[in-house]
């Protein structure tokens, strides 16, 4: 299905019933990226899970005209109304999706029941991220007919096993080779940030939360997010020992876990 207003056009895709979860996939992949996760921890839950792709990214046209992150936001505000309505939802991001629910968040708090953030991104200046070193990784040994794709998930992964291959390409690789490059090379470069950065932790967040992050997250760091710990009022941070940005496919069965014990 898809949402239309005279700024965007946005792909998205309802499973299951129950009260609307909504779910913010990362930069330059789609849906798939974070559904698969999801599914696997809330699929005999009573959740409405709503997957969209994110303008210039999977089945999401880039827009036609230019537009940054604060567009974004609003447009996705504009999506919220026209799908979810009124009543009040939870939000899951991962990485720069988390990026964007905390946007909600901050702008809509008092319909929010519950938050997650996957690997969230906080700051989108990436030379201001506290970065963890690199440490020696677990690597499993198996046979791969594509070694390009296996390189590109090898140079990601914390735990490099069969299993989480197969997740790669099925999740990650799969949105990375579609959606529009010419666009997301663009925002990136002159709109990935909001112009209200610095206040999105002014008010405390109110609502359960549950902050899962990865303690080999090279690409986006955990303690710029653990930095503002305090503000989450009713929260649990778990930070995950053997993992890195992509945890879901570094430590499945324990973000799997977690994500079913927050939301039974």
Do not use: W
Request: hydrophobic share 40%; aromatic share 10%.
């Amino acid at each position: 299905m898809y949402y239309s207003n005279e700024d965007v056009k946005i792909y998205y895709n309802i499973t299951g019933e129950g009260e609307p979860l909504l779910i913010i996939h990362g930069f330059a992949i789609d849906h798939r990226g974070i559904k698969g996760i999801v599914e696997e921890s809330l699929q005999s839950s009573m959740y409405k899970r709503i997957y969209i792709d994110l303008p210039g990214m999977g089945k999401s046209p880039a827009p036609s005209n230019p537009v940054n992150a604060n567009g974004l936001l609003n447009n996705l505000l504009k999506f919220i109304d026209a799908v979810i309505g009124k009543e009040t939802f939870s939000v899951l991001g991962y990485s720069y999706g988390g990026y964007l629910a905390l946007g909600i968040v901050k702008l809509i708090s008092e319909r929010i029941k519950k938050l997650v953030l996957l690997a969230p991104v906080i700051k989108t200046a990436s030379e201001q991220r506290k970065l963890p070193k690199i440490i020696e990784r677990k690597v499993e040994i198996f046979e791969v007919e594509e070694e390009s794709l296996f390189k590109q998930y090898k140079a990601s992964a914390v735990n490099v096993t069969k299993n989480g291959y197969e997740h790669y390409i099925r999740e990650i690789s799969s949105g990375l080779s579609v959606g529009d490059r010419v666009f997301q090379k663009t925002f990136q470069k002159t709109g990935y940030a909001f112009d209200f950065e610095k206040s999105l932790f002014v008010n405390p967040i109110v609502c359960d939360s549950l902050i899962l992050l990865g303690k080999q997250d090279v690409v986006v760091g955990y303690e710029d997010t653990l930095e503002h710990q305090h503000q989450f009022l009713n929260s649990e941070f778990i930070l995950i020992e053997n993992a890195g940005h992509n945890l879901q496919l570094d430590e499945r069965q324990k973000v799997i876990a977690e994500i079913q014990h927050f939301f039974s």
